[in-house]
């Protein structure tokens, strides 16, 4: 997929409809970060907020919508599963939201959508104008917005050491072999922000959420730094003597067998 067919897309079926967004929130794709589509939000006066690699919860409403939209795929059985999203999207619109009291499309578009079920319990009688008007009216003074739930709590434990230390380890995502280690580094600390942190790897910037890295405590140099060798040795440090050499025995099949010079007495 290129840059130009999002940004075709975003425009067809986004701004068509809603209009210019002020903020944009992508991941890390390489067509969200071509020069075409920052030139593209720059046009739009549209803020691009780019997230951070292997960390959902930075879009947390929009994975947790993939994940419910996969698990409806997932329970057809049709192989080609492009053709199930129109129906799929409708169940999920039209489907109430328990802590809102109302459904995706009652929110969009003020109103629910017609489903099969309603046009067979229609009233043959239309109701007055003016009785329609005034319940209406009613009814919108009586609407307030509906903030919506929290669904869980913030659970991650940053150490106070990552705001001093000057290199880390990162957690590595992926998925990797076996045996393999789960964290990479230590890596340089460039910059930090509460949320973030810019570390240099393999001299390069990369921006990661500090829910995956944690404090490399390094040694000092001066017990990291390998001892100094003496290259040039002079000729009375060594002291070398017939009598300090082990005897050689010779057994009866031939081998050499040297013993400890401690046993050398008791060897006759």
């Known amino acids: 997929m ?16 809603f209009g210019y967004p002020s903020v944009v929130t992508s991941d890390q794709g390489s ?10 939000t720059r046009m739009l006066g549209t803020q691009k907020i780019k997230t951070t690699p292997y960390h959902p919860i930075s879009n947390g409403i929009v994975e ?4 419910h939209l996969k698990s409806a795929i997932k329970a057809h059985e049709n192989e080609k599963w492009s053709e199930l999203i129109p129906i799929i999207l409708l169940g999920i619109r039209t489907a109430v939201k328990e802590d809102l009291q109302s459904s995706y499309s009652e929110l969009v578009y003020g109103t629910t959508l017609s489903l099969p079920w309603d046009m067979m319990n229609v009233s043959d009688i239309p109701p007055c104008d003016i009785e329609f008007i005034t319940d209406l009216r009613h009814r919108m003074q009586q609407l307030n917005p509906v903030a919506t739930s929290a669904h869980c709590t913030d659970r ?25 280690q789960h964290y990479t580094g230590p ?4 910059c930090r922000t509460d949320k973030t942190i810019t570390v240099d790897i393999n ?15 390094l040694l000092p140099e001066t017990v990291l730094s390998p001892s100094p060798v003496i290259k040039n040795l002079k000729s009375t440090d060594v002291h070398t003597s017939k009598n300090d050499e082990t005897p050689t025995y010779v057994t009866r099949s031939g081998r050499r067998v040297h013993f400890p010079k401690k046993l050398t007495t008791y060897i006759t």
Not at 31 to 40: A, G
Not at 203 to 217: E, F
């Open 187 to 190: 890596h340089k600390v460039l």
């Open 2 to 17: 290129r840059a130009k067919t999002i940004c075709r897309a975003i425009f067809d079926t986004w701004i068509s409809r």
């Open 156 to 180: 991650f434990c940053i150490h106070p050491s990552l705001k001093s230390s000057s290199h880390i380890f990162l957690r590595v995502d992926r998925v990797q072999p076996p045996l393999r």
């Open 64 to 67: 947790r919508f993939h994940r």
């Open 203 to 217: 001299g390069r910037k990369t921006t990661v959420s500090l829910d995956r890295v944690k404090s490399a405590h």
């Open 31 to 40: 067509q969200l970060r071509s020069s075409m589509f920052v030139e593209f």
